[in-house]
């Protein structure tokens, strides 16, 4: 790039230039004094621009770096930093402009700030993605300025940089970190008081904090004179797999994110946990037709393989199939297992014209059907309106919200779990019914 095209004149040397331009003019009437007065300030102009030129232009003076995650959790806040550092003998005036991805649509990620001599800061900021993809950066730009400001020098790093968007990892992580350091009560994760014979006993183990006192090996205690512990874990080695619809209902958006991203994060959520706990997670998406199908398996790269499926998920325009899925699942899945099928319905005759199917695979697996509320109404229903208009819509407001409730009764009626949840809350809902289906023993 030509060195002059990172040259650029601030607004400091536009208003001395118009205040010299506007003596000039009034010199004619105030005498040879103010001409004289005006063509000083011009040449001290000139002067000041070659001083800031040279100073600028004797070395590199200002070095910046962009530092990117590897890839982007979608849905979460992802922290990007911007080192910058100072070698200019002067203390530098900066404006930085980080050119960011387009789905973003933002034009004013800039700052600004004075940086010593000899000295370095670090800018940090966060973006949230909505859409999994390809998230590509532009350059970053720094804007460098003496302390006469006249001109500003461009320097620009970190040019192009393309950043994979992964479904929530950082979601995962966080229940993962609370589930096996017992902080779940404090995420709204319910502790459920266990049932049956799902608990096999693993080992004896020194007693530490947030450990259930009912389980204190009082003998061992006696033995060693500190407190000892019997360590149980859940039965292992069963099936549960994540069915992800993605016709047209899961379009709907909440807070940025789809109906589908939301279920997909809850699915990397749920899988994660299920795998920790020594169960086999699987994975089915399907639409119009069958999408994708991922054995149950707990190897350690399971949940790498279930990211990269779910990493490219789109929602069609059509209706899903659930003849095809309940068909295809029928055929696929010999072990009894626990399905998640994360779903939508907006009425009550759409979800009877499905009902048969659902039957049929609760007839050979424990199924928990989550679908959603509807957020947006909810201020609705609960305004008080002025018109007939707006009672009218009240009215279709609350009748939509019963048929929800009418369809959690009915799937109850069938033997059939189901979870009726806001978008915000799925992954910890799933959570707790998951925790609850184990300490029950139903599968």
Known sequence: MKWWRNIFLTSRFYWITIGIIVVFLVSYALGPLAFFMSKAALFLLGAGVII??????SRNGIIADRLLPKRFSNGDNNQIFISIQ????????????????????????????????????????????????????????????????LIQRRFQFAREATIPTFPSFLQMRKYELAAFSYKLNNMGVKRIRRLGNTMEFEQIKEYVLGDDPRNINWKATARRNELMINQYVDEKSQEMFCIIDKGRLMKSPFDGLSL?????????????????????????????KLSSYLPASKRSDQILKIQEILYNQKTKYLDANYELLSTYLSR???????????????????????????????????????????????????????????????????????????????????????????????????INRYLEMKALGLF
């Not at 991203?261 to 994660?272: E, K, P, R, T």
């Not at 279709?396 to 409730?405: L, Q, R």
Request: one cysteine or more; aromatic letters at 12%; glycine letters at 4%.
């Open 52 to 57: 800031d030129y040279i100073s600028l232009y």
């Open 86 to 149: 100072n070698k200019y003998a002067f203390a530098a005036s900066l404006v930085i402009i980080d050119e960011l991805p387009f789905q973003f649509q933002a034009r004013d990620n800039q700052w600004e700030m004075t940086l010593s001599s000899k000295n370095d800061t670090t800018i940090k900021y966060e973006l949230r993605p909505t859409k999994r993809g390809e998230y590509v950066f532009g350059n970053l730009n720094l804007l460098c300025s003496t302390p006469l400001g």
């Open 260 to 288: 589908l991203d939301y279920a997909i994060n809850a699915s990397l959520v749920l899988s994660n946990i299920g795998i920790k706990k020594e169960d086999k997670a699987g994975l089915v998406t399907f639409g119009h």
């Open 332 to 430: 696929k899945l010999t072990q009894r297992s626990l399905l998640f099928l994360f779903t939508n319905f907006e009425t009550f005759n759409s979800f009877k014209r499905q009902l048969p199917y659902f039957q049929l695979l609760s007839r050979k697996h424990l199924l928990i059907i989550v679908f959603f509320r509807n957020t947006g109404i909810e201020e609705l229903i609960n305004s008080d309106p002025d018109t007939i208009d707006e009672t009218y819509s009240q009215i279709m407001a609350e009748k939509h919200e019963y048929e929800k409730e009418l369809i959690v009764r009915e799937l109850k009626k069938h033997g059939i779990h189901a979870i009726l949840t806001t978008p915000k809350n799925l992954s910890i809902d799933s």
